[in-house]
Structures are given as C-alpha cells and as structure tokens.
C-alpha cells in the first residue's frame, strides 16, 4: 500500500475543516408559530418579535454554535443512557400542535412505565447551574430567564398529552451526573401561559408591540435587544445567548472559589472556559455579557498572534 503525500500542516487543516462545518450550521429559520420552548419568557414583547421578526435576531458565530450543538449532543447521550440503564423510551422527537393559540413543539421522549407514558425533556447544564436547580420551581425563579422557559414547554406537553406529572432529565455537562426533576401540571401556572399567548397572537395580528417589560434586567439576555432598545448600540458587542452567560457566571465563581480543595479540577475548568469565550469574543475589543464585560485583543507571542481576553 502506498503511503502517498503528507501533509505539513495537518493539524492547522483539520481545524480549518472543523471550523467549517461549524460556520454551515449557523442559520436563522423562520418561526410563524409560538414555540413551546419560548412561551414561558416573560416578556410578551419579546415573543411578539420571535413571530415577526425571526429574521432581524441578533446574529452569532460558529464558537456559540459549537456550544449550542454540544447541547445537543448530550441531549441524545442523555436518551442513549436511559436505554442502555433499561428504561422503554418512546415517541422520540414527535412533533405537536396546538392548533387554536398556533403553539408548535416537539417531544425529546417519553418513559414508559408500568403503563404510564412520563413525557420527558432532556437538558444539559454546566455545573454551575446543574448545581443550582434541584425543583421546577428553581427553575421557574432562575436568575437566567432562559431557565424560566423550561416549565411551559414541559406542562404544554402535559396539557396536550392530558398527563398529570412529566419529567426534565438534567444532565451535569462536566461529569454526566443526572438529576431526574419530576413535574405536574400546573394549571393556574399554564392559565396564564395561554393567556399570554393569545395576547402575542393579538398582536401579531394587529401588527403591533406589547410595552417593554418593567424588569430591563432581562434584556441583557435577549436576542432582540439591538432593535427592541436601540440605545443600547455604542459600539459594544452584546451576547446575548444564556449559555454564555453561564459561562461567564461559572468562570467568575470558579476564580473566587480556587482557595478550596479540588484546584486543580477548577483550574482546568478555568482554562477551558476562557478558550470558549476567546473563540466567542474573537476580534470583539468588547463585549457585554450579562453584568459583565470582556475586554479583548491580540498579543504576539513566538511570533504568532493570540486573541486575549480579560473580564471585568
């Protein structure tokens, strides 16, 4: 067998590729409905321009996508584990609708159980927010808004589904470690959902905006920020992902806490977390996340350029 033609730059070129591929999946899609997995934001305002102007939502890079498509990987190991633990998982991805207020979604699974079909939604989580939510209602009074949203998508499912208790199956990213977070149907909490619902659609019929939402606070985690609140342009990038904004949250207390045991295993994290935020922030002299900003810029070292970043 010939050996061929090797190639120097071997490792540069499959990073280059890697890359690549990253950049394909960074797309917007059209969303004409209300999806299950937003009705449970808070801001009714917000929603109303998911609906009409999916396509002006903030753009992001291929470093945030590789975030967004590590989720989703863990989201199958979580199925793939729960079978392989024994468990019947059925009605993977099946799509719904509720017709009358125009919510769509799908399902991750079902667990079926003594006769009993457990709607379920996996969701993977650093460990810094893994740590903090142990009930719904933890997540129903989350300091990231995007953990508000989980109880609606669950209890829409449950509604549809005329069940009484469902489950969210979180997985910790960094060690595996699961907590299984059983849910019922809340139907005051739900009541209020559609309510807003059917608010959105008015306006989307209407052609018009409900008020801003008095707390401002969540706007720092809104992919409509840049035409909701056009003040906010001054030349400063705002990421607006929840994900980065654990990240940023987890790298803070992870410096804070290194004077306890285990330094090692944080400092690792540590370096793991600013190579992610270096390829988010890349060529961004700075950038808001959250309540925080990082401040970048290149530096030579052996006679190449690195991206630095300090947060602040």
């Excluded at 394909?24 to 899609?29: E, F, G, S, T």
């Excluded at 996996?122 to 995007?146: C, N, Q, R, W």
């Excluded at 499912?157 to 005329?162: A, I, K, Q, R």
Aim: proline letters at 4%; hydrophobic letters at 40%.
């Amino acid at each position: 067998m010939s050996e061929g033609v090797y190639r120097t730059d071997m490792a540069q070129f499959i990073f280059d590729k890697y890359v690549e591929r990253a950049k394909k999946d960074v797309q917007v899609y059209p969303c004409h409905t209300n999806r299950a997995s937003s009705i449970g934001h808070p801001c009714s305002r917000f929603l109303v321009l998911s609906r009409v102007a999916w396509d002006k939502v903030a753009p992001y890079d291929w470093g945030l996508q590789l975030i967004f498509r590590e989720g989703n990987n863990q989201e199958k190991a979580i199925i793939r584990d729960l079978e392989e633990a024994g468990f019947n998982v059925i009605e993977q991805q099946r799509a719904f609708m509720m017709k009358d207020l125009n919510i769509s979604g799908h399902i991750d699974g079902k667990i079926l159980l003594d006769g009993y079909a457990y709607p379920f939604d996996a969701k993977s989580m650093s460990p810094f927010v893994f740590g903090s939510v142990k009930t719904m209602d933890d997540m129903l009074h989350h300091k990231y808004v995007h953990l508000r949203k989980y109880p609606a998508q669950i209890m829409t499912y449950l509604l549809l589904d005329e069940k009484e208790t469902g489950l969210f199956i979180l997985k910790n990213k960094t060690n595996g470690m699961i907590r299984p977070v059983q849910v019922f149907l809340d139907y005051q909490y739900m009541d209020g959902i559609l309510k807003k619902v059917e608010i959105v659609n008015q306006h989307v019929t209407a052609g018009t905006l409900p008020e801003h939402h008095p707390d401002r606070s969540i706007c720092e985690d809104c992919n409509f920020a840049h035409i909701c609140l056009p003040d906010k342009g001054s030349g400063v990038h705002f990421q607006e992902a929840g994900s980065v904004i654990e990240l940023v949250d987890e790298f803070i207390a992870l410096k804070k806490d290194l004077e306890t045991a285990d330094v090692k295993t944080k400092t690792k994290r540590i370096d793991e977390i600013k190579d992610l935020l270096k390829t988010i922030t890349e060529d961004k002299p700075l950038t808001a996340v959250g309540e925080y900003l990082i401040f970048g810029k290149w530096v030579e070292r052996s006679g190449k350029k690195h991206w630095q970043i300090e947060i602040k």
